[in-house]
């Protein structure tokens, strides 16, 4: 019986932030895929010469319904994983049913997850932005090394700023802090398994934020994990070490 994965890649990033995650699981015998987010599935070079506008209008629920729509077309439900935005995707995805199970890595936060003041602080430039819901928005190198990518090596920080960030839609952070389409059931028994991931440098989700996630979702009886992983930041999923965050994706993953 084939296993199937669909990624689900967060904000600033596109689906290649995923090669290496994908070429570990191909190699155990899965089927990956990792669909881009509506107006991102062209080279990084080309998006970073510009995104269609429309980008910028993007919400929550368009990106859920994007990803909905992808897994009804699979022929059986595959394992989500996600990552930042993408882990908050593959929990309202879950909570509609859809999934055999999850994987939220470093997940942006449901409604009713209070942000720390560091990750508060990590998206200021953003929230207090002129018309920041209604632009496309830009991660300055600075802030990709100091909150984002804060466990790369210092002279690997350029070349993953280069190769991996794109602009982001404001309007989707804008939601996200005012608890607008970001909402779900943490009772809600019809979730498939969950495990949540945290890197214990994080400074755009910090671990608390990451643990009260997990608190939430153990309203329900089904299954639900906190893994953290020291020494790692927001960018866990590339940064050195990102095996070891895969194979304990995979450990916990083939449980179910």
């Known amino acids: 019986m084939s296993k199937s994965i669909l990624f689900v890649h967060g904000a600033w990033v596109t689906p290649s932030c995923w090669d290496s995650f994908n070429s570990y699981f191909e190699a155990r015998g899965y089927v990956c895929q990792a669909p881009a987010w509506p107006y991102l599935d062209r080279p990084v070079a080309e998006l970073k010469r510009g995104i269609d506008p429309k980008f910028a209008g993007l919400t929550i629920k368009a990106l859920v319904d994007h990803y909905a729509r992808i897994i009804a077309a699979l022929p059986k439900p595959p394992v989500l994983v996600g990552h930042s935005f993408g882990g908050l995707i593959v929990q309202l995805l879950l909570d509609r049913g859809l999934g055999r199970s999850g994987v939220a890595i470093d997940p942006a936060p449901p409604r009713g997850i209070r942000p720390s003041w560091t990750a508060i602080t990590s998206s200021r430039a953003l929230l207090l932005s002129w018309r920041g819901w209604s632009k496309l928005h830009t991660m300055s190198l600075k802030d990709f090394g100091q909150t984002f990518a804060n466990g790369l090596p210092a002279d690997a920080v350029q070349h993953a700023y280069d190769t991996q960030i794109v602009q982001a839609p404001g309007r989707i952070f804008f939601q996200a802090a005012l608890g607008l389409g970001n ?72 449980s179910f």
């Open 183 to 254: 909402g779900l059931d943490f009772t809600n028994q019809k979730r498939g398994p969950l495990v949540l991931i945290a890197g214990d440098l994080d400074r755009t989700v910090t671990p608390d934020m990451v643990q009260a996630m997990y608190r939430h979702h153990k309203q329900t009886p089904r299954p639900v994990a906190l893994l953290r992983f020291p020494g790692r930041s927001h960018y866990l999923i590339a940064e050195p070490g990102w095996e070891a965050v895969a194979q304990g994706a995979l450990k916990w993953v083939e």
